[in-house]
């Protein structure tokens, strides 16, 4: 739903929520997470899970979302199912700008999410160092299910917003280079931990 | 397939102290040669009858972890005609740099290879036509990540990883010819086609 300011009026991201906004709010709410367009970039094992989950035995068409988008400027969220090498990061940020708002995303499996066991120099620790994340989904890779309760919980957190929030899907970029995270910020997102502590070999 | 290959016998009788020393590793004959007759030797055993190793394998190199032969080269080759292997390796030095003589003049298929072991090891093949990164993108600075003193996480802290990721430009990693877009060149937005025609991929190291 496009909300214009009038010319000269207030924004509505800047009035206090009341009946009509709420109102209006669960209209765009459910209609937005009910029709998700997922824009699945699929990298690793993880999107062999995702295509099983928009076959016909667990059926994404369930929630709105049988029309695979492999277009990013007609899909609303995006599905990194797989690890995502520093090589595919400016792809996957160029896919990610140049989705229209509103947009959200889903990061699949223990690699998209924290590097997974690529502790090295190749691999991104996390694609939340890169865009922004909605809901990670756990799993190595997970099962259908789980990122069927992934998309689930997607849709519970779109069913939780509202447009007087100003401040929502707003993305602060720290530098020309296109990180929305401060550099302290990423190093500390991608600290080892669990087992990869113990890979100190060469430094 | 046990025992030394008889092309072991037929390279030390044709090149002599170019043949530094022959190993058989479970039935493989590795053969051993200096650098500066590398691609003689190479050439010898593609193109004589009764060698005939017209397939070239894989080229992959070695890092041993030791300062007295810093990294080997390793050719693996095949006879699809005889159904015979042979393993051929240079030691390097070193104190000289890492350079080879390219073999891209004797099997097109070392194109990539060749690329591929420079990328990762900083072997230099002198006379390839191309020898660009391959793997890693083309301003990578970090080194050679297969090397043994390559740290596991690389040498910059993960946020100027990530910072460098970002700010590399996707669509100049790859010339028109490899993307197959020189015909479409007329097809493609004004921007994109200067930025190509420019080349723009950033600082090469």
Redesign the interface.
């Known amino acids: 739903m496009v909300v214009t300011p009038p010319a000269g009026g207030v924004e509505l991201s800047a009035v206090s929520p009341n009946w009509v906004t709420t109102r209006l709010d669960f209209l765009s709410n459910w209609a937005r997470s009910n029709s998700l367009w997922p824009m699945p970039f699929g990298t690793a094992c993880c999107a062999i899970e995702f295509m099983a989950t928009a076959a016909s035995r667990f059926d994404l068409a369930r929630f709105g979302m049988e029309r695979l988008s492999y277009s990013p400027r007609q899909a609303d969220v995006l599905i990194c199912a797989g690890r995502l090498p520093?090589?595919l990061?400016?792809?996957i940020?160029?896919i990610w700008d140049q989705m229209p708002q509103p947009k959200w995303s889903i990061s699949m499996g223990a690699c998209a999410s924290s590097g997974g066991i690529f502790?090295?120099?190749?691999m991104?620790?996390g694609i939340d160092?890169?865009i922004p994340v909605d809901v990670y989904v756990p799993g190595c890779p997970p099962r259908p299910e789980g990122l069927v309760y992934g998309i689930m919980l997607l849709q519970k957190k779109i069913k939780g917003e509202s447009f007087t929030d100003s401040d929502l899907r707003q993305e602060h970029l720290v530098?020309?280079?296109?990180?929305f995270l401060p550099?302290?910020r990423?190093?500390e997102?991608?600290e080892?931990f669990g087992n990869s502590i113990h890979?100190t070999?060469?430094? | 397939m046990t025992g030394v290959s008889p092309s072991v016998g037929a390279l030390t009788a044709e090149f002599g102290s170019a043949i530094l020393r022959t190993v058989v590793s479970c039935g493989d004959s590795i053969v051993y040669v200096t650098r500066e007759r590398a691609h003689d030797i190479l050439a010898w055993l593609k193109n004589t009858p009764g060698q005939e190793f017209d397939y070239l394998t894989d080229i992959t190199a070695v890092d041993y972890r030791d300062p007295e032969r810093p990294l080997e080269v390793v050719y693996q080759l095949r006879s699809l005609g005889r159904k015979a292997d042979l393993r051929v390796k240079i030691a390097l030095d070193g104190s000289a740099p890492l350079e080879v003589d390219s073999v891209y003049d004797l099997w097109k298929g070392a194109d990539w290879l060749e690329r591929e072991v420079y990328d990762m090891f900083g072997v230099s093949f002198v006379g390839h036509p191309d020898l660009r990164r391959i793997l890693?993108?083309e301003t990578y600075g970090?080194g050679y990540?297969l090397r043994?003193?390559?740290?596991?996480?690389?040498h910059f802290?993960?946020?100027?990883?990530?910072?460098?990721?970002?700010?590399?430009?996707?669509e100049a990693?790859y010339s028109l010819e490899e993307l197959s877009l020189a015909q479409a060149m007329h097809d493609l937005p004004a921007d994109m086609t200067e930025r190509l025609r420019r080349g723009e991929r950033g600082l090469v190291p």
């Open positions: 520093f090589k990061a400016p792809v940020r160029r502790d090295n120099y190749a991104v620790q160092t890169i530098d020309d280079a296109g990180m550099p302290e990423v190093d997102l991608s080892p890979q070999r060469s430094g | 890693m993108w970090e990540p043994k003193d390559f740290p596991l996480r690389g802290s993960r946020a100027e990883q990530v910072r460098q990721a970002l700010a590399a430009n996707p990693q």
